[in-house]
């Protein structure tokens, strides 16, 4: 584990286990590089090296009350990635996560990638638009900021049930994982976690997936709360040169935590296919 100080003297807290070829994990918002860690020590068993880094604003890294936008996300990353010289490495995105590493692989990645994998991923664009109708209600994102300003922790508590699709008829509410999720959010900071959902649901990333040529497996549940799947896979993999659409029935946004032997076998495979 260690610190990396960016140009702007941001420091970016990241993991870095291991040796072998490289796999990068992005986290989603509001959490930080813990929400990996069961697919960190499983391809650590597998012989791999395993990075995974807590964004600006997020985890351990800097409160910073300015970059929180996905060029510097990107370009933090980029500079982190360099320090490390990591080449031939697999990119792995969970939602906000899977924006930030579409948005490093098309501007940044350029000979040091191998694959990428978007998962309950943002793009291409979350928000409704003229250009994309089946988006969520700008009215829907500004209530979440809403909530975050009056009562982050309240807002913070209840926000895991859809995460991990604990409000199913038949789901029973996992209170480690609700306790652990909420940890991970308020260990950041409320400036850079107010400015992130803008990050998230207004980029457009529809140039970075047209851009980016490495394969690219991009996977979602049917079933997710929080990046419906109708608005966001499929429309992705049809920008993408060479993607691979694989969707979970059931399975929530959360997918990676609450069905992680299933992820991470078919991960696995397609890092290896």
Known sequence: MGMFKTKDGTEIFYKDWGSGQPIVFHHGWPLSSDDWD?????F???GYRVIAHDRRGHGRSTQTATGNDMDTYAADFA???ESLDLRDAIHVGHSTGG??????????????VAKLVLISAVPPIMVKTAANPGGLPIEVLDGLRNQLAANRPEFYWNFPI?????????ATVSEPLRANWWRQGMMGG??????????????DFSDDLKAISVPTLVMHGDDD???PIADSAPLSVKLLKNGTLKVYETYPHGMCTTHADTINADLLAFIRG
Not at 38 to 42: N, P
Not at 99 to 112: F, L, M, P, Q
């Open 79 to 81: 500079e982190l990635a």
């Open 38 to 42: 069961t697919q960190m020590l499983f």
């Open 225 to 227: 709360q929080i990046v």
């Open 99 to 112: 924006g930030e590493a579409a948005h490093y692989v098309a501007r940044h990645g350029k000979d040091r």
């Open 190 to 203: 409320a400036k850079a976690h107010y400015d992130c959902i803008k990050a998230f649901s207004e980029t």
């Open 44 to 46: 650590l068993d597998k």
């Open 162 to 170: 859809p995460f991990y699709g604990f409000n199913g008829e038949s």
